[in-house]
């Protein structure tokens, strides 16, 4: 059974930063297309699970908002 989950990726400097406050984990990619396999890889590991169990959807989030 696949888990869903939302995360948030603000770019900063040369990095996104990403946040998936579900499970209060907080990553980093590359790029923005990068940022939902990092996300999924950053769910997994918090999680212990496979990350094929995990899927998540990012939303940019611009630098000036406040984190959620």
Known sequence: ???RYEATATH????WLIE???VGAYGQAASLEAAPA???E???LW???DPAEV????REKPAGETRT
């Open 55 to 58: 899927e998540v959807r990012v």
């Open 42 to 44: 950053l769910v997994a």
């Open 47 to 49: 999680l212990e699970v």
């Open 1 to 3: 059974m696949t888990k």
């Open 20 to 22: 998936v406050p579900e």
């Open 38 to 40: 990092v996300a999924r």
């Open 12 to 15: 900063e400097d040369q990095w």
